[in-house]
C-alpha cells in the first residue's frame, strides 16, 4: 500500500473526461538502451575533466526536462516503461464485469474509474471532504481536540504531530509506539526562518497557497487571509523546536525512551494524550519512543498558547491541504501548483492516465504490484542478480579485511553483520491480505481514505505480535532499491531489475558498473555514518571499539568536507552532513563493486577483452555514470540540495571517482584535470 520509504510517482488513463483535451501531452519518446550507451557519450570532454558530461553529455542536451516533469533521466525512463504495462493492467481490469466485491481486480477497477472521472469530481466540488470539515467544525473545547486529531490521523491526515508503531530501534524483535514532529505544510522547517530573496518568495506564495485553498472550501475571501495568517503562526511555532534535517539522520538522537505516563504527564500537561491513545485502540503498552523531546515541549505550549478557535483553524487547514489533491480538478491544480509548479519548477500536470497510476500506486500498491510482477518480472534476473550479490559481498569481505585503519575485533563484528544481511529480490514471497478493505463507488476520496484507515489499522495491530521480517516497504513496481538497518536486509524491487540497470544481454562490464553499483550501495548502507550504528541483529548498539569509531568519524568528515564544497547553484552548495550517507554508500559501493567485477574477471578472462574501443574498467565506470544521467529544473536543484539525503546526480558520479585510484588508471587522469586529487586528499572508508 503506502510504502514509505522510497516511493516513484507512476501514473494512468482509461475514458474521456472533461479534461481530456486540456490535459493532452505529446507521449515522451521512451528509448532505454543497455548501461552503456556510446551515444550518450560527449567525446569532446576529457574524462578527468569532467566524467559525468563525458559520460552523458549527448544524452543531457538531447533530452530537456519534458514540462511534466522537475527532472529526467534513466529512473524516468524505465517508469515511462513501467507505465504501459500499468496502464495495459488497469484498462483491463475497469473492462472487467460481474466483480466479486473482495477480489483485487475489482478495487482496481472501482477505484481506477472513480480517478478518471473527472466530471464527477468536478461536480462533488469540496464535498467528499466535508464530513471531515464537519468533524472539526464540532469541536467544541480543547478537551476534545485529541480525539479528533486521532480520527484524522486514523485517516492519513496529518495534523500537530506524527504518531506511529514501529520496530524498537533497540530491540528490532517488538515494536513500539512513536510519537515523532509534524504538522508543516512546508518542505522542512528551515523553510520558515531563511531569509535569501528565495525563500521569502516562497512564502509568500505558500501564504497566498493558504488563503486561496480557503477560499476554494467556501471561506469568504477575508476571512481566508486571517486564516492564512493563522496558520502560518502556528506552523512557525511549531518549527521552532523541531529537528532540521541532519539532526533527524542520527538514531541516537532521536531515541528518547519514556513511560507513557511520565510523558503523557510531564511533556504534554495540555492535552490528555489517553485520550487520544484511547481512540486509537491500540494495544496497553507501558514505554514510547519520543524522537524530538523539545517539538513535543512546544506543542505542549502551543496549545496553551492558541485558543481553540485558531488551532481549528489551523486543523481545518491540514485536512484541506491533505485532501486537495484528491478533490476536484480546481482544487487539485491549485495544490500542484504550489507543491510542484512553485517549489519544484514543474510547468504542467502530468497527463490524466499517469496521475491514475501514481493514485493506484499510492492507495492500492500492493495489489497493483501482485499484477505487475506477473507481466514484467524476470526470474532468471533476480537469480543472475543474487548471483552478483555473492561475489560483492566477497569483495566487501576482502576490503574490511584489508582495512589498516579497523582493529581485528572490529572487523570480526563487521564480518558477522555483512554475513547475516538479508536479501530480498522482486516481490514478497507472501502478498498481504486485502479483503477487509473496502472500495466504494462514492469518490475517489473516500477510497484513499478508507485505503489510509486500513494501512492504520495493520499498523496499530501489529502491537503485541512478532515483527514480520518479511514485509515489505517498498513496492515491486519502484524503480529503486534499499538497505533496512532494523532488519540488516537488503531490497531490490522487480522494477530495478531491468535494463539499464540490469541487463540479462548486456557484458559484465555493463551490470556491475550499473545494478553491481547499486548492490554495492545498499550494503555500504549497513556500514554509513549512521547504519554503522545499527549490529547485525538490527539493534541501534555499537559493534566498535572506541578508536576504530573515532578513526571511522576521521574519514566521513573529510568526505563531509569535500562534498561541501561542491557548488550546484549562484549560492547553492550541497551540505556534506545531511548527505554523509548517502555518499558514503555511493563510494564504498562502486568501490565494492568494482573490485567484485576484477573478481568475476579473474573466473571469466574471456571477457577481458576491448569492446567498441573501451576496456572492460572503462566500460565499467562508463556504465556507472551512465545510471545517474539526468536534467533538473532550477526549482527542483534547489529543493533536492536543500532537503535530499542524496547528492545530486551529477556529483553521484563526479564525487565518487576522484577519490578511486582505478579510475585514474583506466582513463589516465593528469594532475592538471579537474577530476584529479591528490593522494592525500582522496577518501577512503570501505
Known sequence: MKLKLVTVAITILFAQSALSQKNKQKPVPVEIKTAVDLKSMDKTIEPGVDFFRYANGNWLKENPVPASESRWGNFNLVNERNNTVLRKILEENAKLKDLPASSIESKLS????????????????????????????????????????????????????????????????????????????????????????????????????????????????????????????????????????????????????????????NKMKNFNLNDYIAATNILRFDSVIVSQPEFYNQLNSIIDKYSIEDLKTYINWTVMNATAAFLSPSIEQAHFHFYSTILNGVKEQKPLWKRAIAACNNDLGEILGQQF?????????????????????????????????????????????????????????????????????????????????????????????????????????????????????????????????????????????????????????????????????????????????????????????????????DSLYINGQLTMGENIADLGGLNIAYDAFQIYLIQNPSDNIVKDGFTPNQRFFIAFAQIWKNNIRTEAMRQLVLTDTHSPGEYRVNGVLPNMPAFYDAFNVKENQAMFKNENERVYIW
Request: glycine share 6%; no cysteine; charged share 25%.
Open 110 to 265: 472501482i477505484f481506477y474509474k472513480l480517478y478518471i472521472d473527472t466530471l464527477k469530481r468536478e461536480k462533488d466540488g469540496f464535498t467528499p471532504a466535508s464530513q471531515l470539515l464537519e468533524e472539526v467544525k464540532k469541536t467544541e473545547s480543547k478537551k476534545d481536540l485529541l480525539p479528533l486529531i486521532a480520527s484524522l490521523h486514523r485517516k492519513g491526515i496529518r495534523t500537530l504531530f506524527n504518531f506511529g508503531v514501529a520496530q524498537d530501534l533497540k530491540n528490532s524483535r517488538v515494536y513500539i509506539p512513536y510519537f515523532s514532529q509534524g504538522g508543516l505544510g512546508l518542505p522542512d522547517r528551515d523553510f520558515y526562518f531563511k531569509m535569501d530573496n528565495k525563500s521569502i518568495q516562497i512564502k509568500k506564495e505558500y501564504s497566498q497557497y493558504i488563503s486561496n485553498l480557503f477560499e476554494l472550501f467556501g471561506f469568504n475571501t477575508k476571512d481566508s487571509e486571517i486564516n492564512s495568517s493563522i496558520v502560518l503562526q502556528i506552523e512557525n511555532d511549531l518549527a521552532q523546536s523541531s529537528m532540521n534535517r541532519v539532526e533527524r539522520r542520527d538514531p541516537d538522537k532521536q531515541y528518547n525512551k519514556f513511560r507513557f505516563d511520565d510523558f503523557a504527564e
Open 373 to 569: 510482477v506477473n507481466k514484467a518480472f524476470s526470474h532468471n534476473a533476480k537469480i543472475k542478480v543474487n548471483e552478483m550479490v555473492e561475489i560483492i559481498s566477497q569483495s566487501f569481505a576482502s576490503r574490511v579485511n584489508q582495512l589498516d585503519w579497523m582493529s581485528p575485533e572490529t572487523k570480526q563484528n563487521a564480518m558477522g553483520k555483512l554475513n547475516t544481511i538479508t536479501r530480498k529480490f522482486g516481490f514478497p514471497d507472501l502478498w498481504k491480505n486485502f479483503v477487509k478493505l473496502e472500495i466504494k463507488s462514492d469518490s475517489y476520496l473516500q477510497n484513499h481514505l478508507r485505503s489510509n484507515e486500513f494501512d492504520y489499522n495493520e499498523m496499530i495491530e501489529k502491537m503485541g505480535k512478532s515483527v514480520d521480517k518479511n514485509e515489505w516497504h517498498m513496492l515491486p513496481q519502484t524503480v529503486n532499491a534499499y538497505y533496512n538497518p532494523v532488519n540488516n536486509e537488503i531490497v531490490f524491487p522487480a522494477a530495478i531489475l531491468q535494463a539499464p540497470f540490469f541487463d540479462e544481454n548486456a557484458d559484465a562490464a555493463a551490470n556491475y558498473g550499473a545494478i553491481g553499483a547499486v548492490i554495492g550501495h545498499e550494503i555500504t548502507h549497513g556500514f554509513d555514518d549512521q547504519g554503522s550504528k545499527y549490529d547485525a541483529n538490527g539493534n541501534l548498539n555499537s559493534w566498535w571499539n572506541a578508536q576504530d569509531r573515532n578513526m571511522f568519524t576521521m574519514h566521513t568528515k573529510k568526505l563531509g568536507a569535500q562534498y561541501g564544497r561542491y557548488k550546484v547553484g
